[in-house]
């Protein structure tokens, strides 16, 4: 068995800085190709996975300032404020990363995750069944969603 698939397989860090050795000496037919496509197409999935959660995280806190508008606190405020501003960062160095935004399938997985969290942490069960807000809107630091 080749070493670096060994490593790989055992410990993904240390198969990684060997890999990182071999490319930085031109060792090139000794490197680990398709395990190092792999990660490569993995760091894409890593991005759009925290863009996922930080657009859960924000949408749930959007939902329960509309709905429990009684209990805003400004740890919500806080909050959404955060998740916006990491949000516009993340698209402005990766703006590849807005093409999600227009996969259907990959909102709706956003939409239902915000929106359990939202009713675990309130237990309201009073959410619409669709996104009530474009992604604008959801990013637009000026936008509150009112009872």
């Known amino acids: 068995?080749?070493?670096?698939?060994?490593?790989?397989?055992?410990?993904?860090?240390?198969?990684?800085?060997?890999?990182?050795?071999?490319?930085?000496?031109?060792?090139?037919?000794?490197?680990?190709?398709?395990?190092?496509?792999d990660e490569?197409?993995?760091?894409?999935?890593?991005?759009?996975?925290?863009?996922?959660?930080?657009?859960?995280?924000?949408i749930a806190h959007l939902l329960k300032w509309k709905y429990q508008h009684e209990r805003k606190s400004s740890s919500w405020r806080q909050t959404i404020k955060i998740q916006r501003i990491d949000t516009s960062y993340a698209l402005k160095k990766m703006p590849s990363l807005k093409v999600n935004f227009n996969d259907a399938e990959w909102m709706e997985v956003v939409w239902e995750k915000a929106k359990a969290q939202a009713m675990s942490e309130t237990n309201l069960d009073i959410f619409p069944e669709n996104l009530p807000w474009s992604v604008e809107q959801i990013?637009?630091?000026d936008f509150w969603p009112e009872a």
């Not at 993904?12 to 496509?37: C, K, M, P, T, Y």
């Not at 490569?40 to 924000?58: F, H, K, P, Y």
């Open 139 to 141: 990013l637009n630091p």
């Open 40 to 58: 490569i197409e993995d760091v894409g999935r890593s991005e759009q996975r925290e863009l996922a959660s930080r657009m859960t995280v924000l």
């Open 1 to 37: 068995m080749n070493t670096a698939l060994a490593n790989y397989n055992g410990d993904v860090i240390a198969w990684a800085n060997e890999q990182a050795q071999l490319l930085r000496a031109g060792q090139f037919s000794q490197l680990d190709i398709e395990h190092i496509a």
